[in-house]
T-cell receptor, first 110, second 117 residues
């Protein structure tokens, strides 16, 4: 599965959009981009995933570049409860056997 | 949505004893479950893949005789930490996959914090 690169940490003011980038330059044609987050002392929570089209759900939007070498997770109106570690994971086939990197620690502030 | 329940959420045990952690899929059947371990300020590390009705597959470096996994039904997998030592203190998390749903996300439990004294 392709390796991903994310910034170690980011800050965002409450109410503003949080844009979390992820580089996956070695992604192959059949690999999906998944985003999970982990709030402190809880299990990971699925956010969104996509192949090549942009996706949106009730939690976030996923923007994938045309060459698929990078993507951005957008939380449109961040709240304090969005403070968490966000993981970008690229894998093929089913969503089995996720390998977690170090993720981006998002701190939402007042 | 699909819910995975872990029990207990916290457990403290004495060194040398064994601890069992349960992972249940509440509203779906899971032929495959995964067990992760997470040390403070680190990411999740996959320990093993639990398959209903067959032996678990362990990741390299994980002792299968120390971390016993049983997946006896489509809704329950258990992880038993045998002869626990303080270095086994960690956050253990399970996840489950809904069968027949390609590209669907995994569903995670809320973890079990094990402290060995």
């Amino acid at each position: 599965d392709a390796k991903t690169t994310q910034p170690t940490s980011m800050d965002c003011a409450e109410g503003r959009a949080a844009n979390l980038p992820c580089n996956h330059s070695t992604i192959s044609g059949n690999e999906y981009v998944y985003w999970y987050r982990q709030i402190h002392s809880q299990g990971p929570q699925y956010i969104i995933h996509g192949l090549k089209n942009n996706e949106t759900n009730e939690m976030a939007s996923l923007i994938i570049t045309e060459d698929r070498k990078s993507s951005t997770l957008i939380l449109p109106h961040a709240t304090l409860r969005d403070t968490a570690v966000y993981y970008c994971i690229v894998l093929t086939g089913t969503a089995s056997k996720l390998t977690f990197g170090t993720g981006t620690r998002l701190q939402v502030t007042l | 949505g699909a819910v995975v329940s872990q029990h207990p959420s916290r457990v403290i045990c004495k060194s040398g004893t064994s601890v069992k952690i349960e992972c249940r899929s509440l509203d779906f059947q899971a032929t495959t479950m995964f067990w992760y371990r997470q040390f403070p300020k680190q990411s999740l590390m996959l320990m093993a893949t639990s398959n209903e009705g067959s032996k678990a597959t362990y990741e390299q470096g994980v002792e299968k005789d120390k971390f016993l996994i049983n997946h006896a039904s489509l809704t329950l997998s258990t992880l038993t930490v045998t002869s626990a030592h303080p270095e086994d203190s960690s956050f253990y998390i399970c996840s489950a996959e809904s069968p027949g749903t390609a590209h669907s996300p995994l569903h995670f439990g809320n973890g079990t914090r094990l402290t060995v004294t």
